[in-house]
């Protein structure tokens, strides 16, 4: 084991699982990875095998067939597998966040249908908020449900649906007014609905169409997809929690757990590209020596390695808060703001390392280097996360003047 983004306080059995989660990455997704990511295929052989870690199930509580572990223990797991290749921990990030906000907030009815299919990864989750039109600004949603009967008919079109594909379980957050007045805040008249699908793309059932996947710089394999819903007829009893108007309150709830998910997404690839330009330096020979003997490349594995450690620690914090039942918020966004941040720049360091072999393809740190900007602007932008800081704080330092 490395002797940095080590984790003090560890039980026997989250250090067992995370020992488990690291050899499979390092036998069954660091070899492959780069080969799968310039092809942009789906890594099927590495989603079963996560499936036969029990690696869907690991947060959803034992009674529904999951292991009940911590946002830690699952943090640092995403960690462990974004080091591997971050296009994997995005496969099981929205499944963990439909999966949270249904223990969270579902009916028993929708608790005991769902979790344990879930817990098996027979049931793949993804969650949906944004629109074409509006980014990080959830309370401009357009996509509308309108009671009818005892079903909500469900019309608009949402954008940036990680696993829109493969999923078969969809949380999808839109505005209802019913029962709600004019007037009333837009955050207080949304709700999540649970719509369930074929995987695949085009119209996957009435009223529901996934195009093909989204062309993108970086983050291939996973599928991001839009998804346009015209005339989709929901069951009542498929609003999460099933009450209208909570929409708002419960995907906030599971974005905290996805920015934690982040930031050990920025934690495990600044590693990858730590020891990539680590084990680079002290290989590659100029003026005679190795470049680790310049004193300039040994101050940028100083600096690397010191945002590794400061980054991994933040994370720790922010998942640990979590666990502990408290708000953690402003933890969350520190932590995602920090560790995307650091992993752009460890990973630039790692880049300029490498010199021009950098650039080739046949470098994993190509990959990392295309990679590392996902992170900067997924779970709400850095200039996002500085906004809920700032809030926050002023709330923590009210002047009292």
Not at 153 to 170: D, F, I, P, R
Request: aromatic content about 8%.
């Amino acid at each position: 084991m490395a002797r940095l983004a080590r984790t003090a306080g560890l039980t026997d059995v989250q250090q067992e699982i995370l020992s488990t989660v690291r050899d499979f990455v390092d036998k069954e997704i660091i070899p492959v990875a780069t080969e799968l990511e310039h092809k942009d295929e789906y890594p099927q052989e590495i989603v079963d095998g996560l499936k036969e870690l029990g690696l869907f199930g690991l947060m959803i509580p034992e009674e529904y067939g999951g292991l009940g572990e911590s946002l830690l223990t699952y943090a640092l797991c995403v960690e462990e597998i974004a080091r591997g290749w971050m296009s994997v921990s995005g496969i099981i990030n929205t499944h963990f966040i439909v999966a949270y906000m249904l223990k969270q907030h579902g009916t028993q009815e929708q608790k005991d249908t769902f979790l344990p299919r879930m817990a098996l990864g027979e049931v793949r989750g993804a969650f949906s908020m944004s629109e074409p039109g509006l980014g990080s600004d959830v309370s401009a949603i357009t996509s509308k449900g309108v009671k009818d009967g005892d079903e909500y008919v469900l019309n608009g079109q949402k954008m940036w649906l990680t696993n829109g594909g493969t999923s078969t379980l969809v949380a999808v957050l839109c505005r209802s007014d019913e029962g709600h007045p004019e007037g009333t805040a837009p955050h207080k008249s949304m709700t999540t609905f649970l719509v369930e699908k074929e995987p695949g793309f085009g119209e996957v059932r009435p009223g529901l169409t996934i195009p093909g996947k989204i062309d993108k710089m970086g983050y291939k394999g996973v599928d991001t997809t839009e998804l346009i819903m015209d005339g989709l007829r929901i069951p009542a009893d498929r609003v999460l929690g099933g009450t209208t108007g909570r929409g708002f309150y419960q995907m906030m709830d599971g974005v905290e757990v996805g920015r934690v998910n982040v930031a050990a997404r920025g934690c495990g690839v600044a590693q990858r590209a730590f020891e990539l330009g680590v084990s680079y330096a002290q290989q590659r020979h100029t003026f005679g020596k190795p470049i680790a003997s310049h004193q300039a490349i040994q101050f940028k594995l100083a600096e690397m390695a010191t945002k590794v450690e400061a980054a991994h620690a933040m994370m720790v914090n922010a998942a640990r808060k979590k666990d502990s039942g408290e708000r953690n918020d402003l933890e969350a966004g520190m932590a995602k703001y920090l560790a995307s941040e650091y992993c752009k720049e460890v990973v630039e360091d790692a880049f300029r390392i490498h010199g021009g072999y950098g650039f080739s393809k046949e470098y994993e740190i190509e990959r990392l280097y295309r990679e590392a900007p996902m992170l900067l602007i997924g779970e709400g932008t850095a200039e996002i996360q500085k906004m809920i800081i700032g809030r926050r704080l002023l709330e923590e330092y009210r002047f009292q003047g």
